[in-house]
């Protein structure tokens, strides 16, 4: 690994709880009316062995990350949201303002590294974060019991393409 890999990998972490910093420094009043973010369907997880599909919403701008799920009903079966990450940094996230329970699937190389069954909602700040002490280069947040329900556990492979005709090109998958 060269200097600037490091330094940019050491800046991850700082950036990651600058986007944080920004949700606490938002002006109090109209939360309640903001719209919850809703992103096109971009890319899907097949999973092994035949499996079926899951479709993603891709979080892949700053701003989408910081908004993520928050004020979402609960996702339906099979859907969720991927946040790909360019660099592999130690990544955790949160569950302010976000409704419903879920499973965070921290993913890297295109592996699963860990499951955060059953992520509890937060509606007010200080929150748990959620994540391990591992490098990772993605997460997919799925409604609570989606990761059980379909297998997936630490070790899974996690290959996720565009679907074909997305809006815009999701992270490249790494082959």
Known sequence: ????????????????????????????????????????????????????????????????????????????????????????????????????????VFINDQRVIAVEAGARPCPHLPCRSYGPDQAADGVVELAAGEAARLGITVGSPAVIRPLPGAARPAAPARD
């Open 1 to 104: 690994m060269n200097q600037g890999t490091a330094m940019n990998r050491r800046r991850l972490p700082l950036l990651a709880g600058l986007g944080l910093l920004s949700l606490l420094l938002l002006p109090r009043s109209g939360h309640s009316q903001q719209a919850p973010q809703q992103l096109p369907l971009e890319a899907q997880w097949c999973l092994s062995g035949g499996g079926p599909c899951i479709q993603l919403e891709v979080a892949d701008e700053p701003r989408e990350q910081t908004l993520g799920l928050q004020l979402r009903d609960p996702l339906p079966p099979l859907r969720g949201m991927w946040f790909p990450y360019r660099e592999d940094a130690i990544l955790k996230f949160w569950m302010h303002r976000t409704p419903a329970p879920l499973d965070m």
